[in-house]
């Protein structure tokens, strides 16, 4: 490169500020290796394995069929904001208005411009460990510092808020919640959470909750912070079809909180993407106001799912694994293997294990701890036998 390129290439301090996702890296080294033909098992993929329920795909399809294929509403159609209404209040006893809610392009999305419009410069966020990949790079990209929360393995990674108001300064801006959370797969319970929203609203902070993984809930019936009506003006709930749904590749996702903030995302969502796409929205009322079977069934697959990767990896000896009671994700520990084998980090252990075995796990160094791979069971039954097969012989050589 010469000096000239290097100039105009000199990227700006916010970009340079984060990091390429830890799971989409491992998404595109299992992916390399499959072009090579090698037959690696994935439990990489943050994803669902499912296909999207028959009736939301004809939704589409009726949408493109009658030309609804022009920009819509940048906060999405009002038929589409009416229906996450609808059914968040149906589901959690919410009393939202169309005016405090609004659609995005992917959850991610919804909580990339939540963060945006709420966190400045120096501005505190809080963070339980473990987090999600993006938590802490969409805080850094707004240029926010994240204040990480340890949590105990031996408690469920339990968050209290006692541990979070500890953290609290005059420069704490939010807290996020992520439950069920990935990557643990720990649940709060509904007091927990009620009084981390009851601390945010005493100390005047926002709390982030991002219910991605609300319905798949294995403990008890799902919660959302929605239902804590007397204090709606400190949260802000962030939602998303992908999961619920089986729809990831559609783009979906929503945001529910006081109509100043909201409007504020609807801002900046009209100097960026705009509406979410116009035949997905469609889909998205259809799967938000038809039957909720469809997510029963899958809750129910996961569970199974669930229990069949827990027994599975705490058979393999080495490896201690805490049960997940939501998402889709198991979190083992496998820091009894550190020092063996060239191995001293789960990302030692992700890498060796997918050049080695050719299983797609995700380290847990980019969920903040670093004695754990993250294991996604959302697939069949038949493809953990073999990845868990092709692991309890790597552990055992190793
Ligand atoms: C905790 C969490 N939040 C948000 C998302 C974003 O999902 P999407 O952008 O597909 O709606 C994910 C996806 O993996 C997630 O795990």
Redesign the pocket.
Known sequence: MTPATADVLRLTDRINRIEPSATMAVVAEADKLRAQGIDVVDFGA?EPHFTTPQHVKDAAIAAIQSNFTKYTAVPGTAELRDAIVHRHAVDFDSDYRREEAIAAT????A?FNAIQVLVDHADEVILPVPY?VSFKDIVRYAGGECVLLETDEAQGFRVTAEMVARLITPRTKAIIL?SPS?PSGAVMGAEDMTEVVRLAHERGIWVLS?E??VYLNYLSKPFSVGSLREYKDHFIVLG?L?KTYAM?GW?L?YALGPTAIISAMSKLQSQSTSNPTSIVQKAAVAALKGSQECVEKMRREYIELRDHVVKGLRSIPGITCTRPEGAFYAYPNVSAFFGRGEVNSASDVAGKLLREAHVATVPGEGFGTSDHVRVSYATSKAELDRGLERMRKFFAEL
């Open positions: 943050g992917g959850g991610k999305n909580l999600w992520n990935n991002d991605c993984y998303s992908s990831t783009r996702g």
